[in-house]
């Protein structure tokens, strides 16, 4: 069984950055919001093309065509982003290596030139006048983090700390321990690493670096079982499956994708791949015109989906709860209404017998001014029944008076 992607590829990244490059030419920063704990919502502007989202989540990046709703309030990360790339202009969208990075460079100023000049290395003064580098990392829990023109952190989304490397505001920003770069490899070096003594998918995902997807592609095209040693392959069969590395190499240098997502026999995506795959040949697609529309439709719909889930379980939830307060509120009313008739009656009673309950405390009054105790007052009292009310106790220490007709 195939397993579902839910994470982009280096390849994928690769190609990707080519389409971004093109897309956001010249794009100046308008707002950026978080979305959720993770997500980024860049919102560029870009001249007789209007205004553009693009989305940086852990496991994906592309511009949108979706609706990311925005949070009532920024956070204090949005805010930080705001504050130091508002209004400035994206230079510049590459991969570091064939790793699962983007940086983003932006400048205060708009850049002049097409893009095709823009995309030359940075010169001495070039580098003096870089401002910012946006860094998205789409490994592990994924990560965002904004440095100066030295590389320096001025903010990240969530500090990070692995054995070999800490990601913290203050600190120098350092790249993940390097690792082979399949788009560089030759033929002799390629043969070295298929020297170990792993299973052949697993050499070639890991060591070629190529990941397991296009490793398993490969042994298929080569007519190679995957789980026998890499080791054991003769000089022949590594001339064999090199040659076919280097096709599927130029597949993803081809700056023409094919870009598709790949159905299941259900019709439930499964994959987002930028060219044809034989590991797929038996499985419908559905064609796109760009890799970035393709990505867009496969995380950005599943991604609005669960946006659309979480805000309808906020939205029981809160309405379950005004429930709550309602039905309490209501009961709160019920008792409020029937204390209001008692008390109305009561009111009533000492209306209808205002003289006699006078007559009372003026009695009490000459009683309590003759010297007698409560004790006497009480005994007096009890006995008498004055306009057809008798008293039933006195509480001298609660100042209460009980009557009754």
Same mark, same amino acid.
């Given at each position: 069984?195939?397993?579902?992607?839910?994470?982009?590829?280096?390849?994928?990244?690769?190609?990707?950055?080519?389409?971004?490059?093109?897309?956001?030419?010249?794009?100046?920063?308008?707002?950026?919001?978080?979305?959720?704990?993770?997500?980024?919502?860049?919102?560029?502007?870009?001249?007789?093309?209007?205004?553009?989202?693009?989305?940086?989540?852990?496991?994906?990046?592309?511009?949108?065509?979706?609706?990311?709703?925005?949070?009532?309030?920024?956070?204090?990360?949005?805010?930080?982003?705001?504050?130091?790339?508002?209004?400035?202009?994206?230079?510049?969208?590459?991969?570091?290596?064939?790793?699962?990075?983007?940086?983003?460079?932006?400048?205060?100023?708009?850049?002049?030139?097409?893009?095709?000049?823009?995309?030359?290395?940075?010169?001495?003064?070039?580098?003096?006048?870089?401002?910012?580098?946006?860094?998205?990392?789409?490994?592990?829990?994924?990560?965002?983090?904004?440095?100066?023109? &030295?590389?320096?952190?001025?903010?990240?989304?969530?500090?990070?700390?692995?054995?070999?490397?800490?990601?913290?505001?203050?600190?120098?920003?350092?790249?993940?321990?390097?690792?082979?770069?399949?788009?560089?490899?030759?033929?002799?070096?390629?043969?070295?690493?298929?020297?170990?003594?792993?299973?052949?998918?697993?050499?070639?995902?890991?060591?070629?670096?190529? &990941?397991?997807?296009?490793?398993?592609?490969?042994?298929?095209?080569?007519?190679?079982?995957?789980?026998?040693?890499?080791?054991?392959?003769?000089?022949?069969?590594?001339?064999?499956?090199?040659?076919?590395?280097?096709?599927?190499?130029?597949?993803?240098?081809?700056?023409?994708?094919?870009?598709?997502?790949?159905?299941?026999?259900?019709?439930?995506?499964?994959?987002?791949?930028?060219?044809?795959?034989?590991?797929?040949?038996?499985?419908?697609?559905?064609?796109?015109?760009?890799? &970035?529309?393709?990505?867009?439709?496969?995380?950005?719909?599943?991604?609005?989906?669960?946006?659309?889930?979480?805000?309808?379980?906020?939205?029981?939830?809160?309405?379950?709860?005004?429930?709550?307060?309602?039905?309490?509120?209501?009961?709160?009313?019920?008792?409020?209404?029937?204390?209001?008739?008692?008390?109305?009656?009561?009111?009533?009673?000492?209306?209808?017998?205002?003289?006699?309950?006078?007559?009372?405390?003026?009695?009490?009054?000459?009683?309590?001014?003759?010297?007698?105790?409560? &004790?006497?007052?009480?005994?007096?009292?009890?006995?008498?029944?004055?306009?057809?009310?008798?008293?039933?106790?006195?509480?001298?220490?609660?100042?209460?008076?009980?009557?009754?007709?």
């Amino acid at each position: 069984m195939i397993s579902k992607k839910t994470q982009l590829t280096s390849a994928d990244i690769h190609i990707l950055t080519k389409e971004l490059n093109i897309e956001l030419d010249s794009a100046r920063i308008e707002k950026i919001y978080q979305i959720g704990e993770r997500i980024l919502k860049i919102r560029a502007h870009i001249t007789n093309k209007g205004s553009k989202d693009l989305i940086i989540a852990p496991n994906f990046v592309c511009i949108t065509h979706y609706t990311y709703k925005a949070p009532e309030a920024p956070s204090s990360f949005a805010m930080q982003l705001r504050k130091h790339l508002s209004g400035a202009f994206l230079r510049k969208i590459s991969q570091h290596n064939f790793d699962r990075i983007l940086e983003f460079e932006i400048w205060p100023r708009q850049s002049l030139g097409h893009m095709s000049e823009r995309l030359k290395p940075l010169s001495h003064i070039e580098a003096k006048e870089l401002r910012f580098l946006l860094i998205a990392e789409f490994f592990s829990n994924g990560n965002v983090i904004l440095c100066d023109c &030295n590389r320096k952190i001025i903010g990240l989304l969530e500090w990070q700390k692995w054995k070999d490397r800490k990601l913290g505001v203050g600190q120098t920003y350092e790249y993940p321990p390097a690792t082979e770069d399949p788009m560089i490899l030759d033929y002799t070096r390629f043969k070295e690493i298929l020297k170990c003594d792993k299973k052949l998918v697993v050499s070639l995902a890991s060591d070629v670096g190529i &990941n397991r997807f296009y490793a398993e592609e490969l042994c298929l095209l080569s007519g190679f079982d995957k789980e026998r040693k890499s080791s054991d392959l003769n000089e022949n069969e590594i001339e064999i499956l090199f040659s076919h590395f280097k096709k599927i190499r130029e597949m993803i240098m081809n700056e023409r994708p094919k870009p598709a997502i790949v159905l299941n026999e259900n019709d439930n995506p499964i994959d987002v791949i930028p060219f044809d795959l034989e590991i797929y040949k038996n499985l419908r697609k559905k064609e796109f015109c760009s890799f &970035n529309d393709a990505i867009d439709e496969y995380f950005s719909r599943a991604e609005s989906e669960k946006f659309e889930e979480d805000a309808g379980r906020k939205f029981s939830a809160k309405l379950e709860k005004l429930q709550k307060i309602e039905m309490q509120q209501r009961e709160t009313i019920k008792r409020l209404e029937e204390k209001s008739e008692e008390f109305k009656r009561i009111g009533d009673l000492i209306y209808q017998n205002t003289s006699g309950i006078e007559e009372i405390m003026v009695l009490i009054k000459k009683e309590r001014d003759s010297g007698k105790s409560w &004790n006497e007052i009480k005994k007096n009292l009890l006995s008498l029944e004055i306009s057809g009310i008798k008293v039933k106790d006195i509480d001298e220490g609660k100042g209460l008076l009980i009557l009754e007709d």
